[in-house]
């Protein structure tokens, strides 16, 4: 790891990589390589307008290759989105959302850039590429003048490597997350997915989403609040404690996990006893949605974590709109900090595959 905060070994070897795959690449393609690295691709939503359309118009002539990777590793974090991998079904909001999401989350260091460009001249020298250092320090001289800005792809390159693609946060991204389900599913692997995070964050939301549009079943951990005789002072007391784990471990994940069908029966809150049974049948994805998904009893049991997160002020407004103002009270006042001393105990933003803000859920 650099002392300014990058890993010169990973991105020396995406940079191999890269021209390993494509011969063809000039200067310019390694230095938008590394420009993407460092700064993302947000100078594409200058003209959000403008940048929606050429997205359109792109997915729409690069054409369908379900034998294309859906993603390509450029480091720091970042990935290259290949559109040719996106199926006709794939809705290309969702991915409009994460370029959105990725350009506010990620800034960039000229600095540190510099030193990626440096890199970039050592490997030139040691013959790495199909160009020579003279031709690289003319292309630099030129671009360092001109401010460092970004540029497009050499002829030679989209000749050879057809590139289609967009630039986003890989860890932060619902199209990785939904591609990586899809295609973990056709290998008939049975995956259960935890949903858990904030409250008000659109876990709900997600979830359904996901369940309507690929028929994947959904389990909601809401149906598994402490019953009365749970509720004592010990047990709120520890972090992550205030849902019935145990009962929801035995009757529905573990069940699940050895690909059989599932039955339990929801507490509900307003009668304060258990419902009408409910039978859940494994799918290809199963989805736990709901605060407390990952708690450590139940963590090693899923394939997959995903954590959702939320501004704190959208946070309140959705809880007004969703429970009046005694609700926001209420969770200001007790289930927030509950949530949060359970998340800051187990690193669970930090933890997880995946970390996505819905503010549009």
Known sequence: MDKRGWDREELRGLLLQ????????????????????????????????RGWRALEEEARTAGHDPACPLWENIGGGMVRVNLRALGADHPLEELWRDMLRSARRHGGDRGRFLEKLELLGALTASGAFGFSPEELEGFLEDYLAD????????????????????VVEGRYSLTLLVGELLERAGRGEGLLVALDGRCAAGKT??????????????????????????????????????????RFLEQVLLPLEAGRGAVYRP??????????????????????????????????????????????????????????????????ERWIPLEEAYF??????????????????
């Open 18 to 49: 890269q021209v390993r795959r494509c011969p063809a690449m000039a200067p310019r393609d390694a230095v938008k390589l590394l420009y993407q690295n460092e700064f993302g691709g947000g100078h594409l939503l200058s003209d959000p307008e």
């Open 267 to 332: 507490f509900l809150c307003h009668t304060g006893r258990l419902g009408e049974p409910i039978r859940v049948s494994p799918g290809p994805v199963t989805i736990v949605e709901g605060s407390y998904a990952c708690h450590r009893a139940l963590w090693d049991h899923y394939d997959l974590h995903v954590f959702l997160t939320v501004d704190p002020a959208l946070q309140r407004e959705r809880i007004i709109k969703r429970n009046g103002p005694e609700g926001l009270v209420s969770f200001a």
């Open 205 to 246: 939301t997600l979830a359904r989403m996901l369940g309507e549009r690929y028929g994947w079943p959904v389990v909601h951990l809401d149906h598994f609040f402490l019953r009365p005789e749970q509720r004592t002072p010990e047990r709120y007391a520890v972090p992550g404690e205030n849902v019935d784990h145990e």
């Open 344 to 361: 800051a105990k187990a690193s669970l933003e930090e933890r997880c595959g995946y970390v996505l803000d819905r503010e549009d859920a």
């Open 147 to 166: 401010g460092c800005l970004p540029v497009s792809h050499s002829p030679a390159y989209r000749s050879a490597c057809r590139p289609a693609y967009r």
